[in-house]
């Protein structure tokens, strides 16, 4: 590497609190919005599609668009594009406005989120030693400061947009101080724009759309569930989130010493097991300190899941790691992509804890294919 080595880890370590944070802090107003914008669950659901489907339609180019301009330009430019979309979101007049809003903020955070893991991986692989874990634990503190920060402001009556600025202003500025640490490449030249996953970084794709469709569902649908069917107050409705990503937070620091201690499989199982018992202890005990500690379990058990399998990602030779790392990386926000979605339209059919506890049955799935995904 060219550039400072510690410059070049503390760029990554910001974009991956700016990525949570701008993921986030927008997550405690879904409640506020919904209202404003009369939505039931379905409708909620449907344009909550957008946000997926932005990230999804950029997302497998990103890898390639990294390795022709390197990570530096990429992540800027598609940071800048997310800084645009919250605003328009947070003060969205109409269900159309807010749909389009929410589309740009996936493309935005997709193409950010793929070409970060690129960085993450180069940077790891020069360093010697393991550090995804510690990366991807920068992404929860952002996630606990945005969630955090919006959660308390609204507490305060700050009205939304105001919120948001405090909040999204600094964040976006840290990242464009660092933009030296920034990779000015990205991945091997000469690779084709997008190939699509093969052998197992397919499996290892689909084991990161369970775990994205679980993270998005505490993201959009815990405060919904919290006030909507335990009675929370709605300005206090993204405790739930802040719990998950605090737990999710403390996981990753120690991520790295966890998945020494425990290796990868028993890391990816034990996680698995505690994210669904998360998930069904939110979904079938009809109190909201209960469910609030069923997301504090899920945040614990999916802490370090994403990370080892974006690590085993960039170790397999079955693909360039720049293009598994946007296949894998799509497949994960396709769980964004059609997850809301689904609990909205499950939840109107049947009830939200309902469809809650399906999502914690459908991560017992990264249990089972812990040895394929982790191997050699």
């Known amino acids: ?16 609190f700016f990525a ?8 405690p107003l879904i409640p506020t919005l919904r209202q404003n914008l009369r939505l039931d669950d379905a409708q909620l659901g449907g344009l909550l599609l957008c946000l997926g489907l932005g990230s999804v339609t950029t997302m497998l180019f990103s890898g390639g668009l990294a390795a022709r301009f390197g990570c530096r330009r990429v992540i800027l430019t598609a940071g800048a594009l997310a800084s645009v979309a919250l605003p328009l979101i947070v003060s969205a007049p109409s269900p159309v406005v807010f749909g389009i809003s929410l589309f740009l903020l996936g493309a935005g955070i997709g193409t950010v989120d793929v070409v970060m893991n690129i960085q993450a991986i180069i940077v790891e692989r020069a360093s010697g030693r393991s550090m995804m874990s510690g990366f991807h634990a920068l992404f929860s503190v952002g996630g606990v400061a945005g969630a955090g ?9 700050v009205a939304p947009l105001p919120a948001l600025l405090a909040i999204l202003v600094p964040a976006a500025g840290m990242v464009a101080a660092s933009w030296r640490g920034l990779l000015p490449y990205g991945g091997e030249t000469g690779t084709p724009v997008v190939a699509l996953p093969r052998g197992r970084v397919l499996v290892i794709g689909a084991m990161c759309f369970v775990m994205f469709l679980a993270e998005a569902s505490v993201a ?25 990503s605090l737990t999710m937070t403390l996981g990753r620091f120690a991520g790295d010493r966890v998945v020494e201690a425990l290796g990868a499989v028993r890391t990816l199982v034990f996680g698995g097991l505690a994210t669904a018992t998360g998930f069904a202890v939110a979904a079938l005990v009809p109190s909201w300190p209960v469910a609030v500690a069923g997301y504090l379990l899920v945040g614990a058990g999916a802490a370090n899941v994403v990370p080892v399998l974006f690590s085993a990602a960039g170790r397999q030779s079955a693909m360039p790691s720049n ?14 992509l059609v997850g809301p979605a689904l609990i909205g339209f499950f939840a109107r059919a049947t009830s939200l804890p309902t ?12 249990v089972a294919t812990a040895k394929l995904t982790t191997k050699s």
Request: charged share 15%.
């Open 1 to 16: 590497m060219q550039d400072d080595p510690k410059r070049q880890h503390f760029a990554t370590r910001v974009v991956f």
């Open 20 to 27: 949570g944070l701008a993921l986030a802090c927008w997550a």
């Open 149 to 157: 920060a919006m959660t308390g402001l609204l507490a305060l009556k």
């Open 220 to 244: 959009d649908w815990s405060g919904i569930l919290l006030h909507e069917s335990r009675g929370l107050e709605k300005s206090l409705a993204g405790i739930g989130y802040v719990a998950f």
């Open 323 to 336: 293009l598994a790392m946007a296949g894998v990386t799509t497949m994960g926000y396709a769980g964004i």
């Open 355 to 366: 469809a809650t506890l399906g999502v914690g049955l459908l991560t017992l799935a990264v």
